[in-house]
T-cell receptor
């Protein structure tokens, strides 16, 4: 299974930007980079995904390194509701969708 | 409708009971998944159905029996469970352009919290 590594936890202040890193050095050319988050007592929620180019949507931005061995999820202005576990996952064509331990984000008021 | 609906939200059962968890989606997705999540751990994949056929079974004990009656429904039948099977059971779905080719985003339900006494 394709592997990603993320910091166990991060902290941010409310209304400041948050940069959540993810390393995926074994990525291959057809693997998509997905980000999900899981708020307390809820199922995981899709955040964003990309292949090679940076991506933006209403929730976040995804910055992908030129060599694709790492990526960063950017929350432009953290709110208390963004406190969650964020999972970076390699979506390998035709294979299992496997979650790693994720990063627990705390947002301080 | 972009929802995955799971029932029941909570279930308590004894080790000799037989119960079922249900999952439903109406997004036209042809891949459906069961995950198990223990407290403070990431979800672990159990089963994947693609086009109503079981495509992945992650060596799950036979006391868990999945069923996909049609493209919108996914069941997980439970029998003779152990207390260590207590967990949050998550259902998800995704678009499959062809069997086994899913690369799109997963849509998750809120889960069924199971307690085995």
């Amino acid at each position: 299974d394709a592997k990603t590594t993320q910091p166990n936890s991060m902290e941010s202040n409310e209304e400041e930007p948050v940069h959540l890193p993810c390393n995926h050095s074994t990525i291959s050319g057809t693997d998509y980079i997905h980000w999900y988050r899981q708020l307390p007592s809820q199922g995981p929620e899709y955040v964003i995904h990309g292949l090679t180019s940076n991506v933006n949507n209403r929730m976040a931005s995804l910055a992908i390194a030129e060599d694709r061995k790492s990526s960063t999820l950017i929350l432009h202005r953290a709110t208390l509701r963004d406190a969650a576990v964020y999972y970076c996952i390699l979506r390998v064509y035709g294979q299992n969708f496997v979650f790693g331990p994720g990063t627990r984000l705390s947002v301080l008021p | 409708d972009t929802e995955v609906t799971q029932t029941p939200k909570h279930l308590v059962m004894g080790m000799t009971n037989k119960k079922s968890l249900k999952c439903e989606q109406h997004m036209g997705h042809r891949a459906m998944y069961w995950y198990k999540q223990k407290a403070k751990k990431p979800p672990e994949l159990m089963f994947v159905y693609s086009y109503e056929k079981l495509s992945i079974n992650e060596s799950v004990p036979s006391r868990f029996s999945p069923e996909c009656p049609n493209s919108s429904l996914l069941n997980l039948h439970l029998h003779a469970l152990q207390p260590e099977d207590s967990a949050l059971y998550l259902c998800a779905s995704s678009q499959d352009l062809a069997p086994g080719t899913s690369t799109g985003e997963l849509f998750f339900g809120e889960g069924s919290r199971l307690t085995v006494l």
